[in-house]
C-alpha cells in the first residue's frame, strides 16, 4: 500500500503520461520507457462501448501494414485482418482457432498480421512479445508463426528460462536470442504498435481491424464471417472496377480515421496535454544521489531506470548540460525501476548501497559502469562491478537479498508518479516536467528559464542553497494539463465527494455486517509495505465504528510485486475452504512475512492456520484456481474511472488514496454517515 496511491495510479493508469484512460504503454516524449497504461483483456467478448459507431458507410481506421509485420496468408489478400494481441492474455488464446477456421475456409481471400498489444498486468507478455519478434527477424514469417503457436500452448509458462527452452527447440541462434531480451532490442517495435493502438482505440486483447474495421474481442466465428463476407463484395467491387488485388487493402483504407477520438465541439475544450510551463513540487529527501553543488540554481530532478535504453541514450545529452552550465545546475538521482525490466531493481539496490559506502563518488562510478554493461545486468555481474569498485561485498550481497532499499526506491516512484512522470527517463527542471531523452536544445530552452527565474529570486534576497526550494514551494501536486481553444489548465485529482460505482463481486471476502451503512473496499497488494503499514488504521476504523462499517477485501497486485498475484491467490484458497475467518487471519500473516513469500511460505502459513486441506491448496495454486477472480478485481479497479494503486479504499463509492492516518478516513466515515441519517 503507498503512502498516496497515486503511485501505481499513475504507472498503471495514465495516458501519454498523465492523461488517466484506456491505453497501452508507449515511448514518452522524445523516446522513453513508460510502465504500460490501463488497458483491458475484455470479457471475452471485448470492452464494453470500444467499438466505434458507425456514421453511413462503415467507419475505417487506418491500420497501415508492412513487412515489419509478422502476417499469415498472401500479401495481396482482398481481406487483411490486423489483430492487437498479447501472449498471456486468455481471450487472445482463445480467438485463435477461429483465426484458422478463417484462413481456412476463406483460403487464399484473407491474410492475418500481428501487432503486438502486451498489457501491463501480465508480466511475462513483454518478453514473450520480445522472443516472438526476435524469431521474426531471424525466421521471418515461420519462426515467428512457429513461436506464436509455443507461446500460446504454454501461456502460464512464459519465464525467462523456458522463453530460452522454446527458442533453442525452435532452432534460433540463441546468442541473438539472449541478447535481444538483454537489451529489449525489440522494444520500439513493440511501443510502436502500442502506440497505435492506443491511437486507434484498440485498448484490449484481442482487438481486430478488418479491412480497418474495428471488431474487439474474442467474438464468434459467425460474427468475424459477417465482416469478411461483406469486405470481399466491396473487394470485389473493386477489382472488377480495375484495382490490382494488391491495391485493395490501400484503396479501402484511403480516407480512413487515423484515430479513434471524436472531432471535438466547437463548446467543448480541445484535448488536453501536460502542461509545459507547470511547476511542480518536487521536494527531495536530502540523501539522493546528485552531481553538483548543493546550492546550484537549477535542480534537475531525473527519474530513470539502469536497464531503460533511452535512460542510456540520454546520458550523453546530461553530461555536456553539466558541461555547459558548470556550479549553476545540479542532477539528483531518482529511481523508476520498470515492472517489464526484471534486472533494474537489483541494479538500483546495488548502486544505492555504493551510495552508501562511498557516497555520491562510488554511486556514479556504479551508474556509469552499469549502463556501460547495461546488456549484460545480472546478480553476477552486479557482485562483480561491486567488487571492481571497492564495495564490502558482504553487505553488498546482504542488500540484494534483502531488498534493502525497497522503500527509498518506491517512495521516489510515488513521489514521481504522483505528479505524472510514470516512465523513463523523467526529469523535473526547478519542478517542471519533460520527458524522455531529449536533445540538449530541449534541455536547454528550459533550464535556460528556470535560471532567468533563480537569479530573480536571489535578486530578492534568497540564499542560493535556498533557491530551489524557492522555486517549487507553490508547485503542483498532480499533473496539470493544458489544452487549446477553450480548455484550461486542470489537475487531475478527483472531487473530495466524487463517488465510483465499483460493484462488489458475489462472495467477496469481508469483515464486518452485511448490512454495515458504511461499505469499504480495500484494493491492496501482499507485497506493498504501504498496505501492510495501513493494518492497524482499518482495525481501529473497524473497533470506533463497530456494527456500522464493512470491509471488502478486493486483489491489486502490482506488477512489479512478483509474489502478489500468487499471495493473493492463496489467500482465496484459504477463503474458499475457511470463509472469511480462516481469510483474515491468514491476511494478516501475510503481510507479517511480507519479506519471505514464496510457494513454500504460503504452504507454511496455511498449515499453521490449521483445518486447510492441503492437497487441495496446492492444487489450488498448480492450477490458477483463482488467477480469474484476482485478475477480475484488478480490472474493475481499473475500469472503476479513478486513479488507483495500493492502498487504495473507496467508503461507500469515495476514494480515499494510499496509507493514511485514522483522522482522513473518519472524516469521509463521519460525512457518509451524517447523509445516511439525513435519507
Given at each position: 500500500m503507498s503512502k498516496t496511491s497515486s503511485f501505481i495510479a499513475i504507472l498503471i493508469a495514465a495516458v501519454g503520461g498523465f492523461v488517466v484512460g484506456h491505453m497501452t504503454g508507449k515511448a514518452g516524449l522524445g523516446g522513453g520507457d513508460s510502465t504500460a497504461g490501463v488497458a483491458e483483456e475484455g470479457d471475452g467478448l471485448g470492452e464494453p462501448g470500444a467499438a466505434v459507431a458507425e456514421a453511413g458507410d462503415h467507419v475505417r481506421f487506418r491500420v497501415p501494414v508492412t513487412s515489419k509485420q509478422p502476417s499469415k496468408g498472401p500479401a495481396d489478400a482482398l481481406v487483411t485482418i490486423v489483430v492487437f494481441s498479447e501472449f498471456e492474455c486468455p481471450f487472445c488464446?482463445?480467438?485463435?482457432?477461429?483465426?484458422?477456421?478463417?484462413?481456412?475456409?476463406?483460403?487464399?481471400?484473407?491474410?492475418?498480421?500481428?501487432?503486438?498489444?502486451?498489457?501491463?498486468?501480465?508480466?511475462?507478455?513483454?518478453?514473450?512479445?520480445?522472443?516472438?519478434?526476435?524469431?521474426?527477424?531471424?525466421?521471418?514469417?515461420?519462426?515467428?508463426?512457429?513461436?506464436?503457436?509455443?507461446?500460446?500452448?504454454?501461456?502460464?509458462?512464459?519465464?525467462?528460462?523456458?522463453?530460452?527452452?522454446?527458442?533453442?527447440?525452435?532452432?534460433?541462434?540463441?546468442?541473438?536470442?539472449?541478447?535481444?531480451?538483454?537489451?529489449?532490442?525489440?522494444?520500439?517495435?513493440?511501443?510502436?504498435?502500442?502506440?497505435?493502438?492506443?491511437?486507434?482505440?484498440?485498448?484490449?486483447?484481442?482487438?481486430?481491424?478488418?479491412?480497418?474495421?474495428?471488431?474487439?474481442?474474442?467474438?464468434?466465428?459467425?460474427?468475424?464471417?459477417?465482416?469478411?463476407?461483406?469486405?470481399?463484395?466491396?473487394?470485389?467491387?473493386?477489382?472488377?472496377?480495375?484495382?490490382?488485388?494488391?491495391?485493395?487493402?490501400?484503396?479501402?483504407?484511403?480516407?480512413?480515421?487515423?484515430?479513434?477520438?471524436?472531432?471535438?465541439?466547437?463548446?467543448?475544450?480541445?484535448?488536453?496535454?501536460?502542461?509545459?510551463?507547470?511547476?511542480?513540487?518536487?521536494?527531495?529527501?536530502?540523501?539522493?544521489?546528485?552531481?553538483?553543488?548543493?546550492?546550484?540554481?537549477?535542480?534537475?530532478?531525473?527519474?530513470?531506470?539502469?536497464?531503460c535504453p533511452f535512460c542510456n541514450r540520454v546520458n550523453g545529452t546530461l553530461k555536456q548540460v553539466l558541461e555547459h552550465y558548470g556550479k549553476d545546475v545540479r542532477i539528483v538521482w531518482w529511481n523508476n525501476p520498470l515492472p517489464f525490466h526484471k534486472e533494474a531493481g537489483p541494479a538500483a539496490t546495488v548502486a544505492l548501497e555504493a551510495y552508501a559506502q562511498g557516497g555520491n563518488d562510488k554511486f556514479w562510478a556504479m551508474h556509469d559502469k552499469i549502463f556501460a554493461n547495461q546488456s549484460q545486468i545480472n546478480r553476477e555481474n552486479l557482485e562483480a562491478w561491486a567488487k571492481e569498485l571497492g564495495l564490502d561485498m558482504a553487505k553488498v550481497k546482504q542488500a540484494l537479498d534483502t531488498n534493502k532499499y525497497d522503500e527509498v526506491i518506491k517512495s521516489q516512484q510515488q513521489k514521481a508518479a504522483q505528479v505524472g512522470a510514470r516512465g523513463t527517463p523523467a526529469f523535473f527542471i526547478n519542478g517542471r516536467f519533460v520527458s524522455g531523452a531529449q536533445p540538449f536544445d530541449s534541455f536547454k530552452s528550459v533550464i535556460d528559464e528556470e535560471l532567468a527565474r533563480a537569479k530573480k529570486i536571489v535578486d530578492g534576497g534568497v540564499p542560493r542553497a535556498r533557491v530551489y526550494a524557492e522555486a517549487i514551494k507553490d508547485g503542483k501536486t498532480s499533473p496539470v494539463m493544458v489544452g487549446g481553444g477553450n480548455a484550461r489548465p486542470q489537475p487531475s485529482a478527483p472531487a473530495p465527494d466524487q463517488r465510483y460505482n465499483i460493484a462488489i463481486p458475489a462472495g467477496a471476502p469481508s469483515i464486518g455486517p452485511a448490512n454495515a451503512p458504511i461499505v469499504i473496499q480495500e484494493f491492496s497488494d501482499y507485497q506493498c509495505p504501504f498496505c501492510a503499514r495501513v493494518l492497524p488504521t482499518i482495525d481501529q476504523i473497524l473497533e470506533t465504528y463497530k456494527g456500522k462499517v464493512r470491509v471488502v477485501w478486493r486483489d491489486l497486485p502490482l506488477d512489479f510485486h512478483r509474489e502478489a498475484n500468487p499471495a493473493a491467490q492463496a489467500a482465496r484458497e484459504i477463503y474458499r475452504q475457511g470463509g472469511n475467518e480462516k481469510f483474515w487471519k491468514y491476511n494478516k500473516l501475510l503481510f507479517e512475512n511480507q519479506r519471505e513469500l514464496g510457494r513454500a511460505k504460503y504452504e507454511e502459513l496455511a498449515a499453521q492456520i490449521g483445518g486447510i486441506n492441503m492437497d487441495e491448496f496446492r492444487k489450488a495454486l498448480d492450477t490458477e484456481r483463482h488467477k480469474a477472480a484476482v485478475d477480475a478485481d484488478y480490472q474493475a479497479a481499473l475500469q472503476s474511472g479513478a486513479r488507483v494503486g495500493t492502498p487504495a479504499f473507496f467508503i461507500n463509492g469515495r476514494l480515499v488514496s494510499g496509507a493514511q492516518p485514522f483522522e482522513s478516513f473518519k472524516a469521509v466515515i463521519d460525512d457518509e454517515l451524517e447523509k445516511a441519517k439525513k435519507k
Open positions: 488464446a482463445r480467438v485463435l482457432p477461429t483465426e484458422e477456421q478463417l484462413l481456412k475456409e476463406y483460403d487464399g481471400k484473407v491474410r492475418i498480421v500481428w501487432r503486438n498489444n502486451p498489457l501491463p498486468f501480465h508480466k511475462n507478455a513483454v518478453p514473450a512479445a520480445q522472443l516472438a519478434m526476435e524469431a521474426f527477424e531471424q525466421g521471418g514469417n515461420e519462426k515467428f508463426w512457429k513461436l506464436h503457436d509455443v507461446l500460446f500452448a504454454n501461456q502460464r509458462q512464459l519465464t525467462r528460462e523456458n522463453l530460452e527452452r522454446f527458442a533453442k527447440e525452435a532452432g534460433l541462434d540463441m546468442a541473438k536470442v539472449k541478447e535481444a531480451l538483454d537489451s529489449d532490442k525489440h522494444m520500439d517495435a513493440i511501443k510502436a504498435d502500442q502506440a497505435l493502438a492506443d491511437q486507434i482505440g484498440a485498448r484490449g486483447t484481442p482487438n481486430f481491424f478488418i479491412n480497418g474495421r474495428q471488431l474487439v474481442g474474442a467474438q464468434p466465428v459467425e460474427r468475424f464471417k459477417e465482416i469478411v463476407d461483406d469486405e470481399l463484395k466491396r473487394a470485389e467491387a473493386l477489382l472488377k472496377k480495375g484495382t490490382a488485388k494488391k491495391d485493395v487493402y490501400a484503396t479501402l483504407l484511403r480516407g480512413a480515421k487515423a484515430g479513434a477520438a471524436p472531432e471535438p465541439a466547437a463548446d467543448r475544450p480541445q484535448p488536453s496535454r501536460p502542461d509545459p510551463s507547470a511547476v511542480y513540487k518536487i521536494e527531495l529527501a536530502g540523501n539522493e544521489p546528485q552531481k553538483g553543488p548543493n546550492d546550484a540554481l537549477v535542480t534537475i530532478v531525473e527519474v530513470s531506470d539502469f536497464q
